[in-house]
């Protein structure tokens, strides 16, 4: 087992920002983020950059190339969105060969963005520094934007075998991580870092953000929640103004961003100004543009076109209908969770197995 996995991290009550450095924090934030609403139009590639940042989450099993290529076409190519990062690619003992990255994400073929000209960062999971820092080293001679570290997924199996959120137990495991990786890409590569605010408590998340910082990470995003949370409520945007407030790099702000709307609430709670969209862009895809003021919200069968549009490109890539109908059942179940005009028409294609049948039945607005 790698050294320091079973690592119980306690949070040092000193290491907390006070009340007065979160004062001038929020009075700071206020002023950034009116800043860079003014300019929201404006799609920046960092969060650090002129005009507003919005990456697209990456989500396992629906952020593949297949939905990149589609999320960031829309519209005309001006979908909003900043960023992509995709599905992590776990590495274990060894560093994970170029072909393995290439077909994860085939965008380095093409300079590491989509044909829409979008960034896709590299994802990795893992907690073994040296086979993390090779496989970055791999994916960015082969062209990766940016590389992105992935310190908070939840899922039971990945924790079970020292990666995402389980380093969060270990901050100083997650500064050495991205220390590593800093050390093995070129300095014109961002390397970031993706969290939780905490195992089951956000008492902690100064050093978490600290120790990525400390580790040269460009920027980091924290998703706000707890590892024991899941995805379930609620979510704590208040937290994050913590860590904003803890390190010197941005901080970028994901989880139950839902509509245009949350990004002024969240801004105000937070202090970030720099967002990561997930779930929500499979109810609301036009997110991205419509959080910047440059359209309006979709129409629900526009919505259910680009449903059947997301069929047509994942056959065309080569997926079986089978698994095609599996993930447009996804994306609609997502949908309807959270929207509820998208809900009879998964109530109606749930049971079926034929697309012909699905795609009347979505056709009818």
């Known amino acids: 087992?790698?050294?320091?996995?079973?690592?119980?991290?306690?949070?040092?009550?000193?290491?907390?920002?006070?009340?007065?450095?979160?004062?001038?924090?929020?009075?700071?934030?206020?002023?950034?983020?009116?800043?860079?609403?003014?300019?929201?139009?404006?799609?920046?590639?960092?969060?650090?950059?002129?005009?507003?940042?919005?990456?697209?989450?990456?989500?396992d099993g629906i952020t593949d190339a297949v939905y990149r290529e589609l999320m960031t076409g829309l519209f005309g190519g001006a979908s909003g969105i900043s960023?992509?990062?995709?599905?992590?690619?776990?590495?274990?003992?060894?560093?994970?060969?170029?072909?393995?990255?290439?077909?994860?994400?085939?965008?380095?073929?093409?300079g590491g963005h989509t044909r829409a000209g979008v960034p896709v960062f590299v994802q990795l999971l893992g907690g073994?520094?040296?086979?993390?820092?090779?496989?970055?080293?791999?994916?960015?001679?082969?062209?990766?934007?940016?590389?992105?570290?992935?310190?908070?997924?939840?899922?039971?199996?990945?924790?079970?075998?020292?990666?995402?959120?389980?380093?969060?137990?270990?901050?100083?495991?997650?500064?050495?991580?991205?220390?590593?990786?800093?050390?093995?890409?070129?300095?014109?590569i961002p390397v970031t870092a993706k969290v939780r605010i905490g195992w089951d408590s956000g008492a902690g998340l100064e050093e978490i953000a600290r120790a990525a910082a400390s580790g040269g990470a460009a920027w980091l995003t924290v998703h706000a929640r707890t590892r024991a949370q899941l995805y379930q409520?609620?979510?704590?945007?208040?937290?994050?103004?913590?860590?904003?407030?803890?390190?010197?790099?941005?901080?970028?702000?994901?989880?139950?961003?839902?509509?245009?709307?949350?990004?002024?609430a969240c801004a105000a709670q937070s202090c970030c100004e720099a967002f990561m969209i997930g779930r929500a862009a499979m109810a609301r895809p036009e997110l991205f543009a419509e959080g910047r003021g440059l359209r309006g919200r979709l129409e629900?069968?526009?919505?259910?076109?680009?449903?059947?549009?997301?069929?047509?490109?994942?056959?065309?890539?080569?997926?079986?209908?089978g698994r095609a109908v599996a993930r447009v059942k996804q994306w609609l179940r997502l949908a309807a969770e959270l929207d509820g005009r998208a809900a009879p028409h998964f109530a109606a294609i749930k049971a079926e197995v034929e697309w012909a049948t699905i795609r009347a039945r979505l056709a009818v607005s």
């Open 300 to 321: 629900l069968a526009e919505l259910l076109a680009i449903v059947t549009e997301y069929h047509d490109a994942l056959r065309a890539a080569g997926l079986g209908e």
């Open 128 to 188: 073994d520094a040296e086979p993390l820092a090779e496989t970055a080293r791999v994916a960015a001679a082969l062209g990766a934007p940016g590389i992105d570290l992935n310190f908070g997924c939840p899922a039971k199996t990945v924790n079970n075998h020292d990666g995402g959120a389980t380093l969060l137990k270990a901050p100083q495991r997650i500064a050495a991580i991205v220390g590593r990786v800093r050390d093995a890409v070129p300095a014109e």
């Open 1 to 59: 087992m790698t050294e320091g996995a079973c690592y119980q991290f306690v949070a040092d009550p000193s290491a907390r920002v006070g009340e007065d450095v979160l004062e001038d924090t929020r009075r700071a934030a206020a002023a950034r983020w009116s800043a860079v609403r003014s300019r929201r139009a404006e799609v920046a590639r960092r969060p650090d950059a002129p005009g507003l940042y919005l990456a697209l989450a990456p989500m």
């Open 233 to 264: 409520p609620p979510v704590h945007w208040h937290e994050l103004a913590r860590a904003r407030a803890a390190i010197p790099i941005p901080v970028v702000a994901n989880g139950d961003l839902r509509q245009p709307g949350d990004l002024d």
């Open 83 to 110: 960023v992509c990062v995709s599905e992590f690619v776990r590495v274990t003992r060894e560093p994970v060969p170029a072909a393995v990255l290439l077909r994860e994400i085939p965008e380095l073929e093409r």
